[in-house]
Each structure stands twice: as C-alpha cells, then as structure tokens.
C-alpha cells in the first residue's frame, strides 16, 4: 500500500513494509548529495554484472551492450504544465504527459496538461491535451492547434503521416463521433472526415476512456474502458473494453471483439499475437489476471502458456500490468507490484525479474539499440533487486543498483544496466511514457520539472524531456 501526503510545495510517498512506513520526501532543488554529473554509466559501452551463467548463456565479467542515451536531458524550448483532473478517472495520476508521437521533424505530446510553456520567458499559452514540438530544439509549434475537451492517454502515427489520438474525451473540434478516438491531420490538426470512430460506456456516468492504442498489420487496436463502439459507417459493436478497426476505413473489425473483465491499459499487436495488460481478472469468461495473451484472428486467449508471475500474490487487485513490449524472443512486462519482467514467447516461462523497493510500480517501456528501458515512479531512495519475484519480502534478489524514474536493462542477458537520468518529478508520479524517436533519441513524459544540472542551474524541462546519445545531444 503506498499514500502521497502534501505539505506545501513538498510531497511525501510513503509504503508500509511490514508494519514500518518508509517515507520519502521530495523537494525543489538538487539533492545536496548528488553531483551534478554523476552517474555510473555515461553515453557508450555500458558494463553489466549478474550472475556467472544465466539461463545456459556463459557470460564474462562484462559485457558489451549496445550504447546508451546520455543520463543528461537535452535542451529545449518549451514545455507543458498543468494537470487536469476533470472527467478524469482511474488511475487518476497528477501527470502533465501521457503520450509523445513523431510525424516528420514534430514530435506530438498528448496529456492531461493544460498550458503550453515556453522556456526563455515562462509565457503560457492556453494549448490542453494535445500539442506539437520541434524534434530538434522543442520549440512550440503554435500553428497545430486543435481542441479536445479531455485528456488524452495515447498517440499513434500512421504511415501515411496522420495522427490517431485516444483519451478520455468526448469532441476534438467540435466534431461529431470522436468520443474517445480521432484521426486527425498532423499539419492542421482537423480531424479526418473520412476516418470516424465513437466510444461508448454504459452503466456509468463517467466518459468512456482510450487508454491504449497500436497499429499492426493494416488494423488499430483500442482499449481502455468502453463497452460500445462505432466506426466510420455508423454500425454499433458491443465490445468488452477492446477492439480493432481499420486503418484506412476506421470500419470495426467484428472478428475479433474479446471481452476483458476490466480496464486495459496497454496493448502491443505482434503478428499472430496480441499482447494486453491492464487491471482485469478475467478475459473471455476465463481467470486471466492483468495480462492476456490473444489470438490475432479470432481475440480467442492462446492457451498452452504459463501463467504469468505475479509479485503481489495475496492480492489481486495489485496485480495490475501497465506497460507490455513485445521483441523477436523476449516479451518485457511491467506493473504492480513494482514489476519489470521479461519472459519466453513461446511458453511464456519466465526469464528474468525486478522489482523496486521501497517504490515504483512499472509504467511504461521503450526499445533502443539492444536496450530496454522502463518508466516508473521509482523515486532517488529506490534500488532495483534483479531476481527478485515477490514483493515486499523481495525473494529471489540475487543483487541490487540504485534506480530513479527510468531504468535500462540490456536484451542480451538480460541485465540492469547502471543508468540513472538526471531529472526532477514534481509529484513523485515519474515517468508515464518513453518513446523513440527517429534520431535514436529517448523521449519521457510523466510529471516532470526540472532537468539535467549545468553547474547549479538546472536545465528547462515541464512535463517531458529527452536523452539522446552523446553525438546528439
């Protein structure tokens, strides 16, 4: 159980480990304990340490992996404050950036913010939800303008340079059928007049919710909380909160309607399989706990798999997935309780775990160059014990490194690699979304307000920031 308590400008997270609260405390400023350039591992050849041998793989005392970002932000021109907390429903987080895209030389941030801020002058603009940047030096881009009522959870760029955006929303410009999910022009920001997709919740007066999106082989993946919806043509699908339609029609695909016993959170579409995770306990009428795996033809579960390992296993209701990445030969998960695992494709048997303690649940994950990295509100007082599988009585830790907000684990071993990001969270939330861009550069987004420090002057960072190599940055 963890609790957030706020005393003025500063916040308190505290977990109960038995009967003790750890408590931690974070404030405005550079920690009087760290170094402004410090970090175990720099852009380059990283070296990791575990385990002699490791699921029949010799490995020597280190290993080369592919290289990593800088632990340093880049410098850019503007960001986005704010939170909105209106017809906003679970997870309820106190997070500007939920969502970043690329299109070109933009990048797209969707979120629950409410302004746009710029750098040199801290002049805000009223620009909610969703806004576009300048992928080289952040600059606002103040020409991409459109208007959406609520918040938005994903982003998704197609091939033919237009932009999906899901959330929890009811109108983007003022047009009709785009609760929930739009197509837009990702120049103008109008809304496709041929691409129309309308989400529905019934039984509740809360707005249905996109949480998800993904894009595979011709077909859009949605889900989040919605029991109706309704493509381009009009016709009305009963769907238990997951769907797919076409790319190019927006017409709902009535061959694959799965039915989850709760919200999905995130989806990764991979060929014959379909990845989800979320807070469920069953799919298709079976016990299936915060992960599905689905048959891409049909939305029937694959079965023949081991169920997955789950750190808090006298709750169920803690068992929530946030983030799942599916690679050629490893499928990387992350969530409650303070999970990052990785597992065989084939069988689902696990291959590695970590969990961090005393804080952060996985909640996001990102692939670049042989490196996986996760998002988490893992805290500056938090390590990551590798092998570990349950938790709090972290059993199984085989060795620990310190970790904050972000992590980076090599696909090769796999192992935590020593990477630590130099940036500030205003609540404690951390990071709620990685992306990569086309530069090899790293993009985060979650509750973030302050950057890498030049001497004692913290570098421009509001609601997201980017890592790029050495090279680039």
């Known amino acids: 159980m963890r609790w957030m308590e706020r005393t003025g400008g500063t916040l308190r997270r505290s977990v109960l480990v038995g009967v003790v609260a750890v408590t931690a405390t974070f404030v405005a400023g550079p920690p009087a304990w760290e170094a402004a350039d410090s970090n175990p591992v720099e852009a380059g050849t990283a070296q990791v340490d575990g385990?002699?041998?490791?699921?029949?793989?010799?490995?020597?005392?280190?290993?080369?992996?592919?290289?990593?970002?800088?632990?340093?932000?880049?410098?850019?021109?503007?960001?986005?404050?704010?939170?909105?907390?209106?017809?906003?429903?679970?997870?309820?987080?106190?997070?500007?950036?939920?969502?970043?895209?690329?299109?070109?030389?933009?990048?797209?941030?969707?979120?629950k913010f409410t302004n746009v801020e710029i750098a040199a002058t801290g002049q805000r603009h009223g620009q909610r939800f969703l806004a576009a940047f300048d992928r080289t030096t952040g600059a606002w881009i103040d020409t991409?303008?459109?208007?959406?009522?609520?918040?938005?959870?994903?982003?998704?760029?197609?091939?033919?340079?237009?932009?999906?955006?899901?959330g929890q929303f009811t109108s983007v410009n003022g047009e009709p059928n785009t609760t929930g999910v739009a197509m837009l022009d990702a120049s103008s920001g109008s809304v496709d007049p041929n691409w129309r997709v309308n989400l529905t919740l019934t039984g509740s007066d809360h707005w249905p919710v996109a949480?998800?999106?993904?894009?595979?082989?011709?077909?859009?993946?949605?889900?989040?909380?919605?029991?109706?919806?309704?493509?381009?043509?009009?016709?009305?699908?009963?769907?238990?909160?997951?769907?797919?339609?076409?790319?190019?029609?927006?017409?709902?695909?009535?061959?694959?309607?799965?039915?989850?016993?709760?919200?999905?959170?995130?989806?990764?579409?991979?060929?014959?399989?379909?990845?989800?995770?979320?807070?469920?306990?069953?799919?298709?009428?079976?016990?299936?706990?915060?992960?599905?795996?689905?048959?891409?033809?049909?939305?029937?579960?694959?079965?023949g798999l081991e169920p997955w390992v789950r750190t808090s296993i006298d709750n169920t209701r803690r068992s929530y997935q946030q983030a799942v990445l599916a690679l050629d030969d490893q499928i990387w998960q992350a969530g409650s309780e303070h999970s990052r695992q990785v597992y065989r494709p084939s069988d689902y048997a696990l291959i590695r775990s970590w969990i961090s303690h005393p804080f952060g649940d996985g909640q996001a994950l990102a692939t670049l160059n042989g490196v996986v990295y996760s998002g988490s509100h893992?805290?500056?007082?938090?390590?990551?014990?590798?092998?570990?599988?349950?938790?709090?009585?972290?059993?199984?830790?085989?060795?620990?490194?310190?970790?904050?907000?972000?992590?980076?684990?090599?696909?090769?071993?796999?192992?935590?690699?020593?990477?630590?990001?130099?940036?500030?969270?205003?609540?404690?939330?951390?990071?709620?979304?990685?992306?990569?861009?086309?530069?090899?550069?790293?993009?985060?987004?979650?509750?973030?307000?302050?950057?890498?420090?030049?001497?004692?002057?913290?570098?421009?960072?509001?609601?997201?920031?980017?890592?790029?190599?050495?090279?680039?940055r």
Not at 145 to 150: K, L, Q
């Open 378 to 472: 893992a805290n500056g007082v938090t390590n990551l014990y590798q092998d570990a599988f349950r938790w709090p009585g972290l059993d199984g830790a085989s060795s620990n490194k310190p970790v904050r907000w972000m992590a980076a684990f090599s696909t090769v071993t796999p192992e935590h690699l020593s990477w630590y990001p130099d940036i500030g969270s205003r609540n404690g939330e951390g990071s709620w979304e990685l992306f990569v861009d086309s530069t090899d550069c790293l993009w985060t987004g979650g509750d973030f307000n302050r950057g890498s420090y030049d001497g004692n002057t913290p570098r421009y960072v509001q609601g997201f920031a980017k890592f790029c190599t050495a090279a680039v």
């Open 144 to 166: 991409f303008r459109p208007t959406i009522n609520g918040n938005v959870w994903d982003l998704r760029a197609t091939d033919d340079g237009r932009l999906i955006v899901a």
């Open 211 to 303: 949480r998800t999106l993904d894009v595979d082989d011709g077909k859009v993946y949605i889900g989040g909380n919605f029991t109706r919806i309704a493509g381009t043509d009009g016709v009305i699908a009963r769907v238990g909160q997951m769907a797919r339609v076409d790319l190019d029609t927006g017409r709902v695909d009535r061959t694959f309607l799965p039915d989850f016993g709760g919200i999905v959170f995130d989806i990764d579409a991979d060929g014959e399989r379909v990845y989800a995770v979320g807070d469920f306990l069953y799919v298709n009428g079976v016990w299936s706990i915060g992960l599905a795996v689905l048959q891409a033809r049909n939305g029937e579960l694959v079965t």
């Open 51 to 111: 385990p002699a041998s490791f699921a029949g793989v010799e490995q020597a005392d280190r290993l080369e992996v592919p290289v990593l970002v800088s632990h340093r932000t880049a410098v850019l021109r503007a960001g986005v404050v704010g939170s909105n907390e209106q017809n906003d429903t679970f997870p309820e987080t106190d997070i500007s950036v939920a969502a970043i895209a690329e299109i070109g030389d933009t990048i797209y941030i969707g979120g």
